[in-house]
C-alpha cells in the first residue's frame, strides 16, 4: 500500500541554518503530496503542496519540489527561525482509500 | 473565513462509556473528515462524510462512527471506550473530495479516557 517515510528527529538548528527535512513516498501512480506543520497544543497546518511531478509548491520560505524518479518531496528553507520550531509532516493523497496518509512526523527546534 | 472549529477541545472520559465530537467545517466546504493521532501509531484516517454521505472509512473497529449534517456540520462518536482511545481527534474540511483538495485542519479535541 502507499506509505510516507520522514527523516527521524528531533532536529536541532541554530537560527539563519539551513533546513531539509526528508520525505519519500511508495505510491500507485502519481498522487498530490503535502507539507504540514503542527504548532504545540495545535491542530494541523497546510504548509506547501504539489499536485504533480517537478511541481515546487512554496509558503513562508519553505520550499519542496515533487520528484518522481526519487519519489521524493524534500522540505527545505534556507534561513530558519526560533519560530519555525514545530514539528512537520510529510503527506500523500490516495486517492483508493480516499484519505491523506502521514509520515510520522519530524520534530524541528530551533535555538536563537 | 473563520477556520474549522470543533468542540469540546478537551474531554476526559471512562472506560466503558461514549463520546460525541463536533466538528464544523469552513463555510461552503463539503466534505470532512476524521483523523485519530497518537504518540505511537501518529495520525491515521478515520472516516471521510461529503455531502451527508460517508465516502470513505479507515480501519477503525464499529465503535467508531460518524455523520455529517446538511449544513456540513459532522460529529463523531466513539462507544464503550477503551483506554486506547486516548488520543488526539482532528477535523479537515475540504472545498471538495480528491487529491486537488487542500484540507483545512481544527486544532482537534483531546480526549482523555480513564
Known amino acids: 500500500g502507499n506509505s510516507v517515510t520522514q527523516m527521524e528527529g528531533p532536529v536541532t538548528l541554530s537560527e539563519e541554518a539551513f533546513l531539509t527535512i526528508n520525505c519519500t513516498y511508495t505510491?500507485?501512480?502519481?498522487?498530490?503530496l503535502f507539507w504540514y506543520v503542527q504548532y504545540p497544543g495545535e491542530g494541523l497546518q497546510l504548509l506547501l503542496k504539489?499536485?504533480?511531478?517537478?511541481d515546487k509548491g512554496s509558503n513562508k520560505g519553505f520550499e519542496a519540489t515533487y520528484r518522481k524518479e526519487t519519489t521524493s518531496f524534500h522540505l527545505e528553507k534556507g534561513s530558519v527561525q526560533v519560530s519555525d520550531s514545530a514539528v512537520y509532516f510529510c503527506a500523500l493523497y490516495d486517492n483508493q482509500g480516499g484519505k491523506l496518509i502521514f509520515g510520522q512526523g519530524t520534530e524541528l527546534s530551533v535555538k536563537p | 473565513k473563520a477556520g474549522v472549529t470543533q468542540t469540546p477541545r478537551y474531554l476526559i472520559k471512562t472506560r466503558g462509556q461514549q463520546v460525541t465530537l463536533s466538528c464544523s467545517p469552513i463555510s461552503g466546504h463539503r466534505s470532512v473528515s476524521w483523523y485519530q493521532q497518537t504518540p505511537g501509531q501518529g495520525l491515521q484516517f478515520l472516516f471521510e462524510y461529503f455531502s451527508e454521505t460517508q465516502r470513505n472509512k479507515g480501519n477503525f473497529p464499529g465503535r467508531f462512527s460518524g455523520r455529517q449534517f446538511s449544513n456540513s456540520r459532522s460529529e463523531m462518536n466513539v462507544s464503550t471506550l477503551e483506554l486506547g482511545d486516548s488520543a488526539l481527534y482532528l477535523c479537515?474540511?475540504?472545498?471538495?473530495?480528491?487529491?486537488?483538495?487542500?484540507?483545512?485542519f481544527g486544532p482537534g479535541t483531546r480526549l482523555t479516557v480513564t
Open positions: 505510491a500507485t501512480g502519481y498522487p498530490s
Open positions: 479537515a474540511s475540504s472545498p471538495g473530495t480528491g487529491g486537488l483538495y487542500e484540507q483545512y
Open positions: 504539489a499536485t504533480k511531478a517537478d
